[in-house]
């Protein structure tokens, strides 16, 4: 047991080269590994873990093992008798470190009876049965969108985006408008987010909504922070059904 302690292990970690990732002389994580980028290669995420879609391996007793057999080995000298024991002898996070060049896709994490029904029933999408909280500490500048804002907020927002009308339904917005309880409005605004998400591929009135919302605010003197990355973002991606998310 000493031995194994007191030895040091060599982790071998694995990158996702999503299209959104730091490229060449941008490229950090290459950096962080003393390593070379390859030209014109996207480094997004260094994946440090046990995550069955890329977990990371350790040199161990002359070859090359994935963490979670180590782990599974010895679970308690990795992992400890109190996080092997509440965490049924699993590696309890995945640390990742991101270099972002550009905005990542929206994403929703599930809890953690979510995510286990979700992993039952699409486990090709769904690969493991925990949820996903999640911390972000920011080692430079990082503009993110987390989180909806108070249900105040959200309504006044709708009251500008008139062009909603026509794409989404007038009902919908109307029935927020009018509402006097906020848990109602919450739910209400629950339910337009998810049925705006599920329009995402119509081809016609999403593209109209977007570029009419864009021209408006091409017009305005001042621009809120939102506003403002609505239209920096809309260089990027286009009328992504994603730009709609800043007012909520």
């Not at 970690?13 to 290669?41: C, M, R, S």
């Not at 905005?103 to 769904?126: G, M, R, V």
């Not at 909280?133 to 008139?162: H, K, Y």
Request: aromatic letters at 10%; glycine letters at 4%.
């Amino acid at each position: 047991m000493e031995q194994f302690i007191s030895r040091p292990f060599k982790l071998y970690n694995k990158i996702q080269h999503y299209d959104w990732g730091t490229k060449n002389e941008n490229a950090f994580i290459p950096v962080l590994l003393g390593e070379k980028a390859q030209a014109d290669t996207p480094y997004a995420e260094l994946w440090i873990g046990t995550h069955p879609k890329a977990p990371s391996e350790i040199e161990y007793d002359g070859n090359k093992i994935s963490l979670n057999q180590l782990i599974k080995k010895h679970p308690v000298k990795c992992l400890g008798s109190y996080a092997s024991h509440k965490f049924s002898n699993q590696f309890p996070f995945l640390l990742k470190v991101l270099s972002a060049a550009r905005a990542l896709s929206i994403q929703t994490h599930p809890d953690k009876t979510q995510a286990q029904k979700l992993h039952a029933e699409d486990p090709k999408n769904y690969p493991d049965d925990n949820h996903k909280p999640e911390i972000a500490i920011a080692v430079d500048s990082l503009v993110a969108v987390a989180g909806f804002r108070p249900v105040g907020e959200i309504v006044e927002n709708l009251r500008s985006l008139t062009e909603l009308n026509n794409f989404i339904g007038k009902e919908a917005i109307e029935k927020i408008l009018s509402s006097r309880d906020e848990r109602d409005s919450a739910q209400y605004i629950r339910d337009l987010y998810g049925n705006i998400m599920r329009k995402a591929e119509e081809k016609e009135s999403l593209p109209n909504c977007i570029n009419n919302i864009r021209e408006r605010l091409k017009s305005k003197k001042s621009l809120t922070g939102e506003e403002e990355q609505f239209l920096k973002q809309y260089e990027l991606f286009g009328p992504d059904i994603g730009l709609l998310s800043f007012f909520f």
